[in-house]
């Protein structure tokens, strides 16, 4: 049996912008803590990634939990301060907008439009996760998870997992290396003995041999693959996204997705996962996106 262990942990407190390393964190029903819990909208209400505006790859984060703020930074423009825990008087009116296939709660961040519009360079909001209104998820959801998976701003589970073999794999096929920030993910697993892709048979996995994480479905991949993640501009010939489409359709419900990474949620929420945990993997199992993610 190979031995896993938890490489790095991280969570991208502004969804599309730079992520934060952790050493370790509480699992909640909405995954690692401060994930995902502010997005971007335009002035129509459709949320903004790098997609969109690349730029965004610029934005650094920073958490400062014993001040209970949270900081936006550019080498631009001045730094943009706001309450890591917002309360209802520091936000907004509340709002529904859609994140993929999912109508979301949301309350508008007032105190951020300038500063989020004049970095975007067109109307802009910054949203927060209304916290009163929780998002389930609906799909691919295991009938073994005792507490039921919700997500914020994340496109669909709470947990994304990505494995260094199977990134090193990529790495040797593709003109310009490619780092597990390419692809966003929570949980970053290595191991010195595993076979590349191995995460695509996993439906359990153990930490440190007292609670599980449910492996539901691979990740498909979209343009933000092409990121010069330093210059917050996305690569004009289209690479490496292109060279994935030749040997990562791997999905047998849906072989046009390029497919890298694993989608997951806690079996049981209450845990605290640290870098160094061991993992080991107790269940696989077959996975096909019979359904939008």
């Not at 260094?164 to 010195?192: G, K, M």
């Not at 490496?240 to 047998?252: A, G, H, W």
Request: aromatic share 8%; charged share 25%.
């Amino acid at each position: 049996m190979d031995e896993w262990t938890v490489a790095e942990l991280l969570v991208y407190p502004v969804k599309s912008c730079q992520g934060v390393s952790l050493a370790s964190s509480p699992m909640t029903a909405t995954g690692l803590k401060y994930d995902r819990h502010w997005m971007l909208v335009d002035k129509r209400g459709r949320f903004v990634t790098q997609r969109q505006c690349p730029r965004l790859a610029l934005i650094r984060v920073e958490i400062d939990e014993a001040g209970g703020e949270i900081s936006l930074h550019t080498d631009e423009m001045p730094t943009l301060r706001m309450p890591l825990n917002p309360g209802d008087t520091d936000l907004g009116e509340r709002l529904q907008v859609r994140v993929w296939y999912d109508m979301v709660a949301a309350r508008h961040c007032p105190q951020a439009d300038a500063w989020v519009t004049q970095f975007v360079g067109k109307p802009t909001r910054l949203l927060y996760k209304d916290t009163e209104r929780p998002r389930l998820v609906s799909r691919y959801v295991p009938k073994d998870c005792v507490d039921a998976p919700q997500s914020r701003f994340a496109d669909v589970f709470p947990l994304h997992i990505t494995c260094s073999p199977s990134l090193a794999d990529i790495n040797t096929r593709v003109d310009r290396p490619l780092t597990h920030a390419h692809f966003r993910p929570n949980i970053v697993l290595a191991s010195p003995t595993a076979r590349a892709y191995d995460e695509e048979e996993w439906t359990r996995i153990e930490v440190n041999g007292s609670w599980s994480i449910m492996v539901t479905s691979r990740t498909p991949r979209c343009s933000m693959t092409n990121m010069d993640l330093k210059a917050g501009a996305m690569y004009e010939d289209k690479e490496p996204l292109s060279t994935l489409r030749t040997f990562r359709c791997v999905d047998p419900a849906k072989p046009v997705f390029v497919c890298f990474g694993m989608q997951a949620a806690p079996q049981r929420v209450g845990h605290t996962i640290r870098v160094g945990d061991s993992i080991v993997v107790r269940e696989r199992g077959y996975h096909a996106l019979t359904e939008p993610l």
